[in-house]
């Protein structure tokens, strides 16, 4: 009698094992098809971080050679003592790139112009990059007169700075000093949002000590242009060093995110796995007892 009790049970628990085997092998395909997409992610994280480190010494040494030439106009400037009224007219030119995975360079750069044109709702935007554009657009949509892409996909050119203050001219965008928010490149882990002065002809001939250099009106003219291209290829190729570091302090902590994931992920496969044998294992012994 007792034997016949236990024939009559054992039908009715094999169904319960075999679906709870059966939800562990999707588990188990689950966690190995996650584990292979994360294993492709951080082939590519690692092939990113390669190539930004070799971008990052040709856009250092580019920058120090725009420093060189920016540095010396804002000198020029300072011997002047050329300044501008708290009621002056100011042009907000914000300067960063399309392309994104590099931290906070875009944001950086979008705050530090929101901050600056709290108190100035009536002035003009220029905005350089299609990150930065899609960030302010938000708030200083009517403030934006021009916008610029496909800048730098290298390193900033001269040409590219040239083009852009044509552009401006061309557009009779009146200021009495502009302002170039650009990301300052402190070290390869370090950056800092900064601006450039820019002062139009006016405020330079009424800059006090400006009379000892003895220029004519149509050379003044191509100075304020030149310092005007000077100061925003100084901004963009800063800039440019500043983001290739970010680009590959990201990539850098991406790929160690992904390992990491890696391993976890390739442990609970593991267990997953050894339970599976164990419970296979328990069944054949089980059924083998029942004959």
Known sequence: MFAA??????????????????????????????????????????????????KVAKAQKAMENARAFGSSSSALFENAETKVGEDAKTLF????????LCGGI???VSKATRRAMEHRSASELV?????????????????????????GKDIPTFAEASAIVDAIKRANIEYDNAQVVYNRFNSVISYEAVSIPVYS??????????????MEDDVLEDLQEFNFANSIFWALVEGHAAEMSAKRTAMENAT????????KLTLTYNRG???????????????????
């Open 106 to 108: 875009h944001s950086s």
């Open 5 to 54: 009790t236990r024939v009559a049970v054992r039908p009715a628990v094999a169904p319960l094992s075999n679906a709870t085997q059966a939800r562990n092998m999707a588990t188990l395909k689950e966690i190995q098809q996650r584990l292979k997409s994360v294993q492709n992610i951080e082939k590519i994280t690692k092939s990113m971080k390669m190539i930004a480190s070799t």
């Open 256 to 263: 160690k995110n992904a390992g990491e994931m890696i391993q």
């Open 201 to 214: 002809e006016e405020a330079i001939k009424a800059s006090p000590k400006f009379a000892s250099y003895e």
């Open 127 to 151: 905005i350089l990059g299609d990150k930065p554009k899609a960030q302010l657009q938000r708030i200083f949509a009517k403030n934006i007169r021009l916008s610029f892409n496909q800048i």
């Open 93 to 100: 030119v914000t300067a960063s790139s399309d392309r994104g």
């Open 273 to 291: 796995r050894q339970a599976q044998i164990t419970n296979d294992l328990i069944d054949i012994i089980t059924g083998a007892s029942a004959l």
